[in-house]
């Protein structure tokens, strides 16, 4: 079944705990879908069916030099923060610590932190590097990773894509985000 919960969250929106909500699935893959919420009144939504992509998305082939496990929430601390200075962070890794920092008209922002901190979990540097990313991008990306763990795993190389993975149960999901050059 593929539909598009943006859409469905649009029309139903949140139900409260005194409305029942009853959805209808499809018979057929094409069929649309009906959302039923009942209180004093009843009023009922349908949703298109999506058509399921039959390819998966390809995965970027990219190794990378540092891998840091950190507390989503310490991480998501971090890019807001700098986000409040600058439109772009700088991430530098090194064989001890991990520097975040932006610089710009309005003023500069800098977090270090060292391999053994309390908010790292893992820290594994091949080689050092530096790489710059937009930070509209990056703060979403973590904003929404911190929503379904409470462990981030930031990969990276000397300016090449970061990927941020959430640490889920089950499953993988991973964003992936180009750098910036200067």
Partial sequence: VALDIEDI?????????????IWERAN???APHKFTITDRIKRTYT?????????????????FDVNVKITAAELQEI???AAKTSEQIRITAKNEQITFDTVSDSGSFTVTLQKRDEPIVKYE????STALFG?????????????????????????????VQPDLLQGTLEYYLAPRIE
Avoid at 51 to 60: D, F, G, L, M, R
Avoid at 125 to 128: A, R, S
Avoid at 148 to 163: A, C, G, M, Y
Wanted: glycine share 2%; net charge positive.
């Fill in 47 to 63: 949703v298109p069916s999506l058509q399921p992509s039959k390819e998966e998305p390809p995965v970027p082939k990219i190794t």
């Fill in 9 to 21: 969250l649009k029309l139903v929106g949140p139900v409260k705990k005194n409305e029942e909500l």
């Fill in 135 to 163: 930070l509209s991008f990056l703060n979403d990306i973590v904003k929404a990773s911190a929503k379904l763990s409470s462990l981030i795993t930031i990969s990276f190389s000397q300016d090449r894509p970061i990927k």
């Fill in 28 to 30: 057929e893959i094409a």
């Fill in 79 to 81: 890019i807001a923060a």
């Fill in 125 to 128: 540097v091949q080689k050092e």
